[in-house]
Protein backbone atom coordinates (compact mmCIF):
# COMPACT_ATOMS: atom_id res chain seq x y z
CA UNK A 1 0.00 0.00 0.00
CA UNK A 2 3.43 2.47 1.14
CA UNK A 3 4.68 1.62 -2.52
CA UNK A 4 1.72 2.58 -3.98
CA UNK A 5 0.97 5.57 -2.52
CA UNK A 6 3.78 6.51 -3.05
CA UNK A 7 3.85 6.22 -6.92
CA UNK A 8 0.46 7.62 -7.08
CA UNK A 9 2.22 10.83 -5.37
CA UNK A 10 5.24 10.75 -7.73
CA UNK A 11 2.24 10.78 -10.75
CA UNK A 12 0.81 13.38 -9.07
CA UNK A 13 4.26 15.58 -8.56
CA UNK A 14 5.02 15.08 -11.86
CA UNK A 15 2.14 16.47 -13.39
CA UNK A 16 -0.21 13.33 -13.87
CA UNK A 17 -3.15 14.82 -11.69
CA UNK A 18 -6.19 12.73 -14.17
CA UNK A 19 -9.65 13.81 -13.13
CA UNK A 20 -8.51 14.89 -9.76
CA UNK A 21 -8.71 19.03 -10.43
CA UNK A 22 -12.13 18.74 -12.38
CA UNK A 23 -13.54 16.20 -9.75
CA UNK A 24 -12.14 19.00 -6.69
CA UNK A 25 -13.97 21.18 -9.00
CA UNK A 26 -17.47 19.57 -9.26
CA UNK A 27 -17.36 19.31 -5.37
CA UNK A 28 -16.73 23.32 -4.98
CA UNK A 29 -19.28 24.31 -7.34
CA UNK A 30 -22.24 22.07 -6.00
CA UNK A 31 -21.36 23.21 -2.69
CA UNK A 32 -21.23 26.87 -3.29
CA UNK A 33 -24.66 26.15 -5.66
CA UNK A 34 -26.15 24.23 -2.41
CA UNK A 35 -25.05 26.82 0.16
CA UNK A 36 -26.58 29.67 -2.09
CA UNK A 37 -29.66 27.70 -3.37
CA UNK A 38 -30.82 24.39 -1.38
CA UNK A 39 -32.88 23.91 -4.07
CA UNK A 40 -29.68 23.00 -6.31
CA UNK A 41 -29.71 19.65 -5.03
CA UNK A 42 -33.15 19.10 -5.27
CA UNK A 43 -35.24 16.21 -7.13
CA UNK A 44 -36.53 17.98 -9.86
CA UNK A 45 -33.65 20.19 -10.66
CA UNK A 46 -31.20 17.19 -10.80
CA UNK A 47 -33.27 15.20 -13.38
CA UNK A 48 -34.11 18.48 -15.60
CA UNK A 49 -29.71 18.75 -15.21
CA UNK A 50 -29.42 15.30 -16.29
CA UNK A 51 -31.41 15.65 -19.54
CA UNK A 52 -30.12 18.91 -20.40
CA UNK A 53 -26.28 18.28 -20.02
CA UNK A 54 -26.81 14.93 -22.21
CA UNK A 55 -27.20 16.81 -26.47
CA UNK A 56 -24.48 18.91 -25.75
CA UNK A 57 -22.13 16.00 -23.95
CA UNK A 58 -22.45 13.58 -27.06
CA UNK A 59 -21.28 16.48 -29.05
CA UNK A 60 -18.21 16.65 -26.40
CA UNK A 61 -17.50 13.06 -27.18
CA UNK A 62 -17.14 13.56 -30.32
CA UNK A 63 -14.74 16.66 -29.43
CA UNK A 64 -12.51 14.58 -26.93
CA UNK A 65 -11.53 12.21 -29.81
CA UNK A 66 -10.60 15.21 -31.93
CA UNK A 67 -8.88 16.61 -29.54
CA UNK A 68 -6.73 13.19 -28.36
CA UNK A 69 -5.41 13.91 -32.13
CA UNK A 70 -4.55 17.24 -31.68
CA UNK A 71 -6.74 18.21 -33.77
CA UNK A 72 -10.37 20.27 -33.75
CA UNK A 73 -13.60 20.44 -35.01
CA UNK A 74 -15.47 23.81 -35.42
CA UNK A 75 -18.54 22.68 -36.61
CA UNK A 76 -20.20 20.48 -34.87
CA UNK A 77 -22.43 22.89 -33.18
CA UNK A 78 -23.68 23.26 -37.39
CA UNK A 79 -24.09 19.61 -37.80
CA UNK A 80 -25.87 19.36 -34.58
CA UNK A 81 -28.19 21.76 -36.10
CA UNK A 82 -28.32 20.17 -39.26
CA UNK A 83 -28.62 16.70 -38.28
CA UNK A 84 -32.24 17.82 -35.92
CA UNK A 85 -33.40 19.70 -39.26
CA UNK A 86 -32.97 16.34 -41.47
CA UNK A 87 -34.60 14.57 -38.77
CA UNK A 88 -37.78 16.79 -38.38
CA UNK A 89 -38.33 17.53 -42.09
CA UNK A 90 -38.01 13.85 -43.02
CA UNK A 91 -40.23 12.61 -40.55
CA UNK A 92 -43.05 15.94 -40.10
CA UNK A 93 -43.04 16.81 -43.55
CA UNK A 94 -41.95 14.09 -45.75
CA UNK A 95 -43.49 11.53 -43.73
CA UNK A 96 -40.68 9.15 -43.26
CA UNK A 97 -40.58 6.49 -40.26
CA UNK A 98 -38.76 7.81 -37.94
CA UNK A 99 -35.97 4.90 -37.92
CA UNK A 100 -35.08 5.94 -41.41
CA UNK A 101 -35.49 9.33 -40.78
CA UNK A 102 -32.65 9.13 -37.66
CA UNK A 103 -30.51 6.82 -39.98
CA UNK A 104 -30.05 9.38 -42.73
CA UNK A 105 -29.56 12.12 -40.15
CA UNK A 106 -26.27 9.90 -38.53
CA UNK A 107 -25.72 9.00 -42.41
CA UNK A 108 -25.23 12.72 -42.82
CA UNK A 109 -23.18 13.12 -40.36
CA UNK A 110 -20.96 10.58 -41.37
CA UNK A 111 -20.65 11.95 -44.81
CA UNK A 112 -19.32 15.45 -43.18
CA UNK A 113 -16.73 13.84 -41.30
CA UNK A 114 -15.58 11.49 -44.01
CA UNK A 115 -15.13 14.58 -46.56
CA UNK A 116 -13.37 16.56 -43.42
CA UNK A 117 -10.91 13.30 -43.16
CA UNK A 118 -10.68 13.05 -47.07
CA UNK A 119 -9.28 16.31 -47.21
CA UNK A 120 -7.10 16.37 -44.08
CA UNK A 121 -5.06 13.36 -45.62
CA UNK A 122 -5.44 14.45 -49.20
CA UNK A 123 -4.32 18.12 -48.64
CA UNK A 124 -3.13 18.37 -45.46
CA UNK A 125 -5.40 21.50 -44.92
CA UNK A 126 -5.71 21.99 -40.66
CA UNK A 127 -8.65 20.79 -39.22
CA UNK A 128 -9.16 24.43 -37.97
CA UNK A 129 -9.81 25.79 -41.54
CA UNK A 130 -11.53 22.78 -43.08
CA UNK A 131 -14.60 22.85 -40.09
CA UNK A 132 -14.63 26.17 -39.93
CA UNK A 133 -15.22 26.01 -43.61
CA UNK A 134 -17.92 23.45 -42.57
CA UNK A 135 -19.29 25.32 -40.18
CA UNK A 136 -20.54 27.96 -42.89
CA UNK A 137 -21.13 25.55 -45.33
CA UNK A 138 -23.20 23.05 -43.18
CA UNK A 139 -25.31 26.19 -41.12
CA UNK A 140 -26.50 27.08 -45.34
CA UNK A 141 -27.42 23.24 -45.37
CA UNK A 142 -29.33 23.45 -42.52
CA UNK A 143 -31.72 26.70 -43.59
CA UNK A 144 -31.91 25.03 -46.95
CA UNK A 145 -33.47 21.75 -45.36
CA UNK A 146 -35.59 23.56 -43.49
CA UNK A 147 -36.70 25.77 -45.95
CA UNK A 148 -39.51 28.88 -45.53
CA UNK A 149 -40.93 27.31 -42.45
CA UNK A 150 -37.72 28.36 -40.10
CA UNK A 151 -39.05 25.56 -37.12
CA UNK A 152 -40.71 22.35 -37.52
CA UNK A 153 -42.26 20.67 -34.24
CA UNK A 154 -42.08 16.81 -33.62
CA UNK A 155 -45.24 15.38 -32.28
CA UNK A 156 -44.82 14.87 -29.10
CA UNK A 157 -46.34 11.05 -29.11
CA UNK A 158 -44.07 10.50 -31.20
CA UNK A 159 -41.21 7.67 -30.38
CA UNK A 160 -38.21 9.88 -30.36
CA UNK A 161 -39.37 12.57 -28.33
CA UNK A 162 -40.99 10.18 -25.34
CA UNK A 163 -37.88 8.55 -25.57
CA UNK A 164 -36.02 11.69 -25.13
CA UNK A 165 -38.04 13.16 -22.91
CA UNK A 166 -40.99 10.91 -21.09
CA UNK A 167 -38.81 7.55 -20.54
CA UNK A 168 -37.81 6.41 -17.49
CA UNK A 169 -36.37 3.43 -15.84
CA UNK A 170 -38.35 1.57 -13.29
CA UNK A 171 -37.10 2.46 -9.77
CA UNK A 172 -35.91 -1.05 -9.68
CA UNK A 173 -33.54 -0.94 -12.92
CA UNK A 174 -31.95 1.98 -11.57
CA UNK A 175 -30.56 0.61 -8.35
CA UNK A 176 -29.71 -3.02 -10.06
CA UNK A 177 -27.32 -0.72 -12.44
CA UNK A 178 -26.18 1.57 -9.61
CA UNK A 179 -24.77 -1.50 -7.84
CA UNK A 180 -23.94 -3.38 -11.38
CA UNK A 181 -21.05 -0.58 -12.12
CA UNK A 182 -19.15 -0.83 -9.02
CA UNK A 183 -18.96 -4.54 -9.59
CA UNK A 184 -17.89 -4.31 -13.13
CA UNK A 185 -15.28 -1.78 -12.14
CA UNK A 186 -13.89 -4.42 -9.16
CA UNK A 187 -14.06 -7.30 -11.42
CA UNK A 188 -12.00 -5.76 -14.33
CA UNK A 189 -9.47 -3.60 -12.17
CA UNK A 190 -8.48 -7.18 -10.45
CA UNK A 191 -8.46 -8.88 -13.68
CA UNK A 192 -6.35 -5.98 -14.92
CA UNK A 193 -3.86 -6.29 -11.75
CA UNK A 194 -3.32 -9.67 -11.94
CA UNK A 195 -1.78 -9.62 -15.22
CA UNK A 196 -0.01 -6.32 -14.78
CA UNK A 197 1.52 -8.67 -11.34
CA UNK A 198 2.03 -11.76 -13.86
CA UNK A 199 3.96 -9.10 -15.78
CA UNK A 200 6.10 -8.33 -13.10
CA UNK A 201 4.67 -4.77 -13.20
CA UNK A 202 3.08 -2.33 -10.19
CA UNK A 203 -0.33 -2.74 -9.74
CA UNK A 204 -2.65 -0.95 -7.10
CA UNK A 205 -3.59 -2.37 -4.08
CA UNK A 206 -6.55 -4.85 -4.37
CA UNK A 207 -7.89 -2.99 -0.67
CA UNK A 208 -8.17 0.39 -3.11
CA UNK A 209 -9.95 -0.91 -5.52
CA UNK A 210 -12.30 -2.56 -3.61
CA UNK A 211 -12.49 0.76 -1.67
CA UNK A 212 -13.10 2.73 -5.04
CA UNK A 213 -15.95 0.66 -5.96
CA UNK A 214 -17.30 0.54 -2.68
CA UNK A 215 -17.15 4.33 -2.53
CA UNK A 216 -18.75 4.20 -6.29
CA UNK A 217 -21.37 1.94 -5.00
CA UNK A 218 -22.77 4.40 -2.57
CA UNK A 219 -22.33 7.45 -4.51
CA UNK A 220 -24.55 6.25 -7.78
CA UNK A 221 -27.12 4.43 -5.07
CA UNK A 222 -27.56 7.89 -3.64
CA UNK A 223 -27.25 9.55 -7.03
CA UNK A 224 -30.22 6.97 -8.50
CA UNK A 225 -32.54 7.69 -5.08
CA UNK A 226 -32.19 11.45 -5.60
CA UNK A 227 -32.91 10.83 -8.85
CA UNK A 228 -36.23 8.26 -8.19
CA UNK A 229 -37.74 10.82 -5.92
CA UNK A 230 -39.00 12.94 -8.28
CA UNK A 231 -39.50 11.08 -12.31
CA UNK A 232 -35.87 8.55 -12.44
CA UNK A 233 -33.22 7.71 -14.58
CA UNK A 234 -34.04 8.59 -17.96
CA UNK A 235 -33.59 6.84 -20.96
CA UNK A 236 -31.85 9.29 -22.88
CA UNK A 237 -29.03 9.43 -19.54
CA UNK A 238 -28.43 5.97 -19.81
CA UNK A 239 -27.89 6.49 -23.64
CA UNK A 240 -25.04 8.56 -23.09
CA UNK A 241 -23.81 6.87 -20.12
CA UNK A 242 -23.27 4.10 -22.23
CA UNK A 243 -21.69 5.69 -25.32
CA UNK A 244 -19.25 6.70 -22.83
CA UNK A 245 -18.29 3.81 -21.30
CA UNK A 246 -18.37 1.97 -24.67
CA UNK A 247 -15.79 4.85 -25.89
CA UNK A 248 -13.55 4.43 -22.98
CA UNK A 249 -13.23 1.02 -23.96
CA UNK A 250 -12.40 1.83 -27.17
CA UNK A 251 -9.87 3.90 -26.65
CA UNK A 252 -8.22 2.47 -23.51
CA UNK A 253 -8.64 -1.09 -24.61
CA UNK A 254 -8.32 -1.68 -28.66
CA UNK A 255 -5.69 -1.07 -31.04
CA UNK A 256 -7.36 1.59 -32.92
CA UNK A 257 -7.80 3.74 -29.59
CA UNK A 258 -4.29 2.85 -28.50
CA UNK A 259 -3.54 4.29 -32.24
CA UNK A 260 -5.50 7.59 -31.67
CA UNK A 261 -3.11 8.22 -28.41
CA UNK A 262 -0.06 7.30 -29.75
CA UNK A 263 -0.81 9.79 -32.68
CA UNK A 264 -1.71 12.41 -30.84
CA UNK A 265 1.35 11.95 -28.56
CA UNK A 266 3.78 11.73 -31.58
CA UNK A 267 2.36 11.64 -35.31
CA UNK A 268 5.94 10.59 -36.85
CA UNK A 269 6.96 8.10 -34.18
CA UNK A 270 3.36 7.15 -34.58
CA UNK A 271 3.76 6.46 -38.47
CA UNK A 272 7.53 4.94 -37.99
CA UNK A 273 5.97 2.44 -35.31
CA UNK A 274 3.65 1.06 -38.46
CA UNK A 275 0.38 2.96 -37.30
CA UNK A 276 -1.87 3.53 -40.23
CA UNK A 277 -2.30 7.12 -39.10
CA UNK A 278 -4.37 8.55 -42.18
CA UNK A 279 -6.85 5.65 -41.58
CA UNK A 280 -7.35 6.70 -38.05
CA UNK A 281 -7.62 10.65 -38.44
CA UNK A 282 -10.47 9.36 -41.26
CA UNK A 283 -12.04 7.48 -38.41
CA UNK A 284 -12.13 10.21 -36.04
CA UNK A 285 -13.69 12.67 -38.05
CA UNK A 286 -16.46 10.52 -39.25
CA UNK A 287 -17.12 9.34 -35.89
CA UNK A 288 -16.82 13.33 -34.33
CA UNK A 289 -19.37 14.19 -36.79
CA UNK A 290 -21.46 11.25 -36.32
CA UNK A 291 -21.60 12.09 -32.72
CA UNK A 292 -22.61 15.80 -33.42
CA UNK A 293 -25.46 14.39 -35.54
CA UNK A 294 -26.46 12.32 -32.44
CA UNK A 295 -26.49 15.08 -30.14
CA UNK A 296 -28.56 16.88 -32.92
CA UNK A 297 -31.06 13.90 -32.97
CA UNK A 298 -31.59 13.98 -29.25
CA UNK A 299 -31.75 17.88 -28.65
CA UNK A 300 -34.59 18.19 -31.66
CA UNK A 301 -36.44 15.15 -29.52
CA UNK A 302 -36.06 16.35 -26.13
CA UNK A 303 -36.94 19.88 -27.15
CA UNK A 304 -39.81 18.04 -30.00
CA UNK A 305 -38.54 20.73 -32.43
CA UNK A 306 -36.03 22.29 -34.63
CA UNK A 307 -35.36 25.53 -35.91
CA UNK A 308 -32.95 28.06 -37.74
CA UNK A 309 -31.18 28.47 -34.26
CA UNK A 310 -30.06 25.15 -33.37
CA UNK A 311 -26.96 24.11 -32.65
CA UNK A 312 -26.32 27.75 -32.54
CA UNK A 313 -25.34 30.03 -29.89
CA UNK A 314 -23.13 28.76 -27.81
CA UNK A 315 -23.57 24.76 -28.30
CA UNK A 316 -20.18 24.83 -30.08
CA UNK A 317 -18.32 26.57 -27.68
CA UNK A 318 -20.14 24.41 -24.27
CA UNK A 319 -19.38 20.93 -26.15
CA UNK A 320 -15.36 22.19 -26.92
CA UNK A 321 -15.35 23.55 -23.61
CA UNK A 322 -16.25 20.82 -22.02
CA UNK A 323 -13.93 18.33 -23.33
CA UNK A 324 -11.11 20.80 -21.99
CA UNK A 325 -12.26 21.39 -18.79
CA UNK A 326 -13.31 17.41 -18.38
CA UNK A 327 -9.54 16.87 -18.53
CA UNK A 328 -8.44 16.08 -22.36
CA UNK A 329 -5.48 18.25 -23.43
CA UNK A 330 -5.63 20.43 -25.89
CA UNK A 331 -2.39 19.02 -27.32
CA UNK A 332 -3.41 15.82 -28.24
CA UNK A 333 -2.62 12.07 -26.52
CA UNK A 334 -4.24 12.95 -22.97
CA UNK A 335 -7.66 12.44 -21.99
CA UNK A 336 -10.21 9.90 -22.14
CA UNK A 337 -13.93 9.83 -22.80
CA UNK A 338 -15.11 10.58 -19.20
CA UNK A 339 -13.77 13.55 -20.10
CA UNK A 340 -17.10 14.61 -21.75
CA UNK A 341 -19.15 13.57 -18.79
CA UNK A 342 -17.20 15.33 -16.25
CA UNK A 343 -16.89 18.44 -18.54
CA UNK A 344 -20.63 18.74 -19.44
CA UNK A 345 -21.33 18.17 -15.64
CA UNK A 346 -18.84 21.29 -14.64
CA UNK A 347 -20.37 23.42 -17.89
CA UNK A 348 -24.26 22.44 -17.10
CA UNK A 349 -24.02 22.89 -13.31
CA UNK A 350 -22.56 25.95 -13.64
CA UNK A 351 -25.20 27.39 -16.31
CA UNK A 352 -28.02 25.96 -13.82
CA UNK A 353 -26.95 26.69 -10.51
CA UNK A 354 -26.45 30.63 -11.94
CA UNK A 355 -30.33 30.08 -13.74
CA UNK A 356 -31.74 29.21 -10.38
CA UNK A 357 -29.88 32.50 -8.85
CA UNK A 358 -31.85 34.15 -11.42
CA UNK A 359 -27.90 35.49 -12.53
CA UNK A 360 -28.25 37.11 -16.25
CA UNK A 361 -26.68 35.58 -19.12
CA UNK A 362 -23.61 37.51 -19.58
CA UNK A 363 -22.51 36.70 -15.75
CA UNK A 364 -22.95 32.80 -16.91
CA UNK A 365 -20.58 33.44 -20.14
CA UNK A 366 -17.91 34.94 -17.97
CA UNK A 367 -17.90 32.31 -14.91
CA UNK A 368 -17.82 29.37 -17.71
CA UNK A 369 -14.83 31.41 -19.97
CA UNK A 370 -13.15 31.67 -16.34
CA UNK A 371 -13.45 27.97 -15.93
CA UNK A 372 -12.28 27.52 -19.55
CA UNK A 373 -9.64 29.61 -19.36
CA UNK A 374 -8.41 27.76 -15.32
CA UNK A 375 -8.67 24.50 -17.09
CA UNK A 376 -6.57 25.07 -19.74
CA UNK A 377 -3.63 26.46 -17.48
CA UNK A 378 -3.88 23.84 -15.48
CA UNK A 379 -3.72 21.95 -18.61
CA UNK A 380 -0.63 23.41 -19.25
CA UNK A 381 1.21 23.49 -16.21
CA UNK A 382 1.19 19.96 -15.95
CA UNK A 383 2.41 19.34 -19.14
CA UNK A 384 5.11 21.83 -18.47
CA UNK A 385 5.75 19.72 -15.02
CA UNK A 386 5.69 16.51 -17.01
CA UNK A 387 8.04 17.82 -19.75
CA UNK A 388 10.40 18.93 -16.69
CA UNK A 389 10.00 15.44 -14.68
CA UNK A 390 10.97 13.54 -17.93
CA UNK A 391 14.06 15.65 -17.92
CA UNK A 392 15.21 15.37 -14.68
Not at 78 to 85: N, Q, R, V
Not at 281 to 291: K, N, Y
Not at 353 to 378: E, F, H, N, P, Q
Request: with cysteine.
Amino acid sequence: MRGWAGATWERVKSGDLGSLPVVVGLVIIWGVFYALNPAFISSRNLVNLSLQMVPTGVLALGVVLVLLLGQIDLSIGSMYGLSGAVLVVLFVNQGAPIAVAVLLALAAGAVVGLVYGLLFNRFGVPSFVITLAGLLAILGLQLRVLGTDGTVNLPFESAIVQFASQMYLPAWLSYVLAVAVPVVYLASRLRTDRRRVAAGLSATPVTMVAVRAAVMGVLLVVVVAVLNDDRGLSTMVVLFLALVVVMDLAIRRTTWGRSVLAIGGNVEAARRAGIDVKRTFLSVFVLCSTFAALGGILGAARLASANQSSGGADTNLNAIAAAVIGGTSLFGGRGSAYSALLGILVIYSISNGLALLSVSADIRYIVTGAVLLLAVVIDSLSRRSRAAHGRA
